[in-house]
């Protein structure tokens, strides 16, 4: 059973930086899409970034253009989110995500659907 556990979520001050990392669990099969999602409460889970980690490929919804960089290691199989000039409106819990459905270099999904394994989940609070 793929597993995927996230760490590196804190509170900062507007401005401020994060890291966000998933780990994906030894031997299991995370798929060549990889993404981070985002959730407030009372509100569905969107689509912040998103990875194809044979090519690098990358998208990135708007409001986090320019601010936020997914990367992927392929030796340790961990995700990360580098999360710079944090605004308040980014305050969420942020999730992981992987084994996606369709995927590929043309095709990064985007909808929580699209993806068949999920971490816990961690929080993210910017002050401001």
């Known amino acids: 059973q793929v597993q995927l556990v996230e760490s590196g979520g804190g509170s900062v001050q507007a401005g401020g930086s994060l890291r966000l990392s998933c780990a994906a669990s030894?031997?299991?099969?995370?798929?060549?899409?990889m993404a981070w999602f985002r959730q407030t409460p009372g509100k569905e889970r969107d689509g912040v970034a998103v990875?194809?980690?044979?090519?690098?490929?990358?998208y990135y919804t708007d409001s986090v253009k320019g601010r936020f960089t997914i990367s992927h290691d392929n030796a340790e199989n961990t995700l990360y989110l580098q999360m710079n000039d944090l605004k308040p409106e980014d305050t969420a819990v942020y999730y992981c995500?992987?084994?996606?459905?369709?995927?590929?270099?043309?095709?990064?999904?985007?909808?929580?659907?699209?993806?068949?394994?999920w971490g816990q989940g961690t929080q993210v609070t910017v002050s401001s």
């Open positions: 995500a992987a084994d996606a459905v369709p995927c590929s270099s043309l095709i990064l999904p985007r909808r929580e659907s699209s993806y068949r394994t």
């Open positions: 030894k031997y299991t099969n995370t798929g060549y899409c």
């Open positions: 990875i194809y980690t044979p090519r690098k490929s990358t």
